[in-house]
């Protein structure tokens, strides 16, 4: 397999080249920003025309959720047109196409059941309208795609876009100040890209149908459980608070439940561990146990 990876030195694109290099039959091609910025839609074909790939991974995304309310057309062009040409790209060479979104599609009122691939989607934000542009400009555009939703990732590299992750900074702020206050009423599914690079591979090796597939570790979170695991296993000397994500208002509305149900995911490969499972892997691989 010639894996053509877009982000290679994102949080998911550096578990996704750890990951292939473990496993015999994948040769990465990695094409970062510096040879092809996505903003310069017109230049995808060219680019990707003189590149020799059977299978376009792309783990790029503007994903700064505030910021995006005031950059709509940098998130869609980033976000979906560049997507759609991407797709483009592999339909003229019959090339597999594997794009990750997110459970920011989804709007999350009155809901308590996470969602399957079958939901109907709302997003609440710009970015999450941009992601859901570019799946379905991808999925329209060439039968052969496979959209990934994920959510709430954290992987040893950080997310280069947004300057680390969740878990990072609960230790960095715990260690500091001693104390934390986190939201209690935002349910998510805390996902670890090192999980999600394994069922990438899976997926592609399967030769798995185009179509949607949700791809989170098991259980669920609030932001303030998520961050209490993360003080208890690293055994931060920290108190952790619960809050109302009324008393930390952002700029861009999300999503107060936005947990996905994988299963389809793991029928067509294996099951996923429980995100405190992932979530110990991580903080041992990082030094931050014992
Ligand atoms: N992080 C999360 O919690 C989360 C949640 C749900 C969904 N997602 C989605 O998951 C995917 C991976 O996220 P991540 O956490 O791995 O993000 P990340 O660490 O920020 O990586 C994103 C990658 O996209 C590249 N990129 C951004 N803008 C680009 C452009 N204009 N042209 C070319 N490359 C560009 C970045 O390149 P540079 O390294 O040069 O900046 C980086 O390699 C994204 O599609 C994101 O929307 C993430």
Known sequence: MRLLLLGPNGQLGTDIRAAAETRGGIELLPLGR???????????????????????????????????EDHADLAFAVNAFAV??????????????LHVSTDYVFGGLDRATPYTEADGIGPLNVYGASKATGEALALKTHADTLVLRVASLFGVAGASGKGG??????????????????????????????????????????????????AVNAGDATWYEFARAIIETARVPATV??????????????????????????AATAPLPHWRDALERYLRAKGHTG
């Not at 839609?41 to 505030?66: A, M, Q, S, W």
């Not at 986190?182 to 999980?195: E, F, K």
């Open 241 to 266: 608070e619960p809050c109302t994500s009324a008393d930390y208002p952002t700029k861009a509305a999300r999503p107060p439940y936005s947990a996905l149900n994988a299963g389809k995911l793991t």
């Open 84 to 97: 759609r040409a991407l797709a483009e790209a592999c339909a003229a060479r019959g090339a597999h196409f």
């Open 165 to 214: 992750n969740f878990v990072e900074t609960m230790l960095r702020v715990g260690r500091e100040t001693g104390h934390l206050r986190v939201v209690d009423d935002v349910r998510m599914s805390p996902t670890s890209t090192a999980d999600i690079a394994g069922r990438i591979l899976d997926l592609l090796e399967a030769r798995a149908p185009g179509g949607v597939y949700h």
């Open 34 to 68: 510096e040879r092809l910025d996505l903003t310069a839609v017109e230049r995808i074909p060219k680019v990707l025309g003189g590149t020799d790939f059977d299978v376009l991974v792309n783990c790029t995304g503007y994903h700064r959720t505030d910021e995006a």
